[in-house]
């Protein structure tokens, strides 16, 4: 078996090859014209690098940067061998109960949902489209609605949209009005990382290619975002799934710098398999996993910060299913240093639903994890040799001093494991169950509505209301 | 006597070159070219239509499976009526409007070709206006629709309303599809069917024809 290092090196000669012979089709003659005049060869609207080419442009991205929060805690350092973690946001058009069963997802679980990503200490970016309300008009100011929401309800760093040229100008539009800057103050201190997803394989259409153009003009990071289908969008094995899923990310990360040079890009991977059963994209696999460890990989190799998943997984519902698979591809993402760690709490079903139930599972998850990945300590304190001595042999710890002094912190505490003996009449599921549901409740219940001053509101309100939308009757949901 | 247990054998097996040979062999013959059709290759995609639901059969062992039934088509065709050997009814395909996504829609196509319906492919971002227009060119009497974006599934109810509008609602069954439709959306956009996936897609418009 060939070294993890050789892998890579045949990965990228791969995906060179890719690059150079096959193209990337980009539906935009507005940016195959940007590349055209970058030198890169253009024909029936492909774009071809050479090695040379790619490697040059995607070295004016910044390996790490900082994305800013309206509250300095929550500023977010991106790259290097850090880790931060963002909700599930994917568009979900549903929420699903602990049957699995869906409903259509509402505004006010969008507002939810913002509430528990503020409570949350593992997250500081917030918003998105963590649902996508039903009730709410689906016109091209429904992102600028929920983006308006996030930033009444959150002080963290933000998160975009569907994309498309007149939602993103909108959101820049926000974004200026909220932090009283201009299109230069935002690329100078950037306030919201968005997707862009390719479609693959090997192409980008319209739609995500206007979003890369208005976010990388306004020097606002992108998450060039491949979800290469291994088998159906992709070759079966892997390894060539995971060269186009290279190739696709580098193209996009070359087309933001040449758009602006500079602007944060952000090396995604969402690829993963396909279940040669049913068809079905497969994100709770193993080869999801294996998918984000090369995603790490290479964008180390590349000098360049990456996004992977995630508490990924297929179940329908929150099961043991569900706990297989989002652990093992969260613990690769961990292991592997991914460092915009994404869709860590609350999805289920291929990205097809949220749950509230999910969510704290997967905090919980993400806790274990980081308390396996924060390591032991061998200080003195730690090796305990004191308490050792003083217990002696056939002793117990119980009630030493030592043991009552770091009970709260030597070990992790779950909120959601049943742990000791069922209490008397309950049922392990109804236990179990119930650790959730209070867990959504208390960090509901312990949402403080984050300061922002009427002068900015006014600024937002009229700016919402440029673009049409109905601000009173927006507050008046908001606030039911 | 001509075997078809050896045909539909040779379809599930995905074996085109025995296949091909049997359907030669029972031209040669003189059997019927719809008896060929009829009794070895729709039949026998029935029962891979049955083994994929059973997950005895993987996706990309089905589609060299309806290939293989495809060349033998073409063989049949020049033998069989005006029809070309279509057994079912017109059917119009495609991917709505803004939405370049056509993966699942493909396989759905290709599932309805092997059970033996007439499918027009139109491709991918196709507006409220050509589906009306295809639907009366192509005489189609269904017309599926498919997305994958939440942003998308409005065109699918543009598209209803088009067809609505051209006054050819009566004339066919509206069929949608696509990760984030439901039975429920189905509904309030005045569909009549949903199918979660191409096997029973496939099999929702063999029964919405009859």
Redesign the interface.
Known sequence: MASTEQKLKDLDRASMKIIETIGVKLHHAGILDIARSCGIRVEDGKVFFTEAQLKEWISYAPSTFTLYARNPEHDMEIGGDRTVHASSNSGFPFIADLAGTRRPALFSDYVNFVKLVQETPFFHINGGVMVTPEDLPNDEALYPRMLYTTLLLSDKCLFGGMGGRIESEMTMALLMAAFDTDKEGLAAKPRIANLVSTLSPLQYDEKMLDTLQVFAEHGQPVIISPAVMAGSTGPVTMAGTIALSNAESLVGVALSQMIRKGTPAIYGSATSGTDMRTGAFTIGSPESALAVKYCARLAKMYGLPCRGGGTLNDAKNVSVQAGIESTMVQMAANLEKINFNFHSAGSLDTYGAMSYEKYVVDLDILGRIRFYMDDISTDEDSLALGPIAEVGPGGQYLTHMHTAMNCRTAAFISDISLQGALKNGMDADTALTKKMTDKVEKMLAAYRQPELSSRTIAKLDACLAKFDVDVAALKEKLDA | MTDFNAMTEALVSCDAGKLTDLVNDAVAAGVPAGEILNKGLIAGMDIVGEK?EN?DM???EVLMAAQAMGSCVEILKPLLGDDGGASGASVIIGTVK?D??D??KN?VAMMMESAGLTVHNLGVDISPESFVEEIKAKNAKIVCLSAL???T??AMKQTVDAIVEAGLRDQVKIMVGG??V?Q?FADEIGADGFAP??GSASKMAKSLTV
């Open positions: 994929m997950g993987f996706i990309p803004g370049l996504h993966i699942g396989l974006l939440t942003t599934m409005p990760a984030p439901t429920a996936d191409a």
